[in-house]
């Protein structure tokens, strides 16, 4: 199960990126500020997704 979990964290990072670099190349004003709140909602979900998955599996 952590296998799992640890594959699909690593392919929600991957599309991440993607849709990040994406949106620096398309739209090039303030990628300064999108960036900080994109990873900034990233890493808050990636928080609490981990501790519902901890939660469950306990």
């Given at each position: 199960?952590?296998?799992?979990?640890?594959?699909?964290?690593?392919?929600?990072?991957?599309?991440?990126?993607?849709?990040?670099?994406?949106?620096?190349?398309?739209?090039?004003?303030?990628?300064?500020?999108?960036?900080?709140?994109?990873?900034?909602?990233?890493?808050?979900?990636?928080?609490v997704e981990t501790i519902v998955f901890y939660a469950k599996n306990k």
């Amino acid at each position: 199960m952590t296998n799992k979990f640890m594959q699909l964290k690593a392919i929600k990072l991957f599309i991440s990126l993607m849709v990040l670099l994406l949106y620096c190349f398309i739209v090039a004003e303030q990628t300064f500020a999108f960036l900080i709140t994109f990873f900034l909602f990233y890493i808050i979900y990636l928080i609490v997704e981990t501790i519902v998955f901890y939660a469950k599996n306990k």
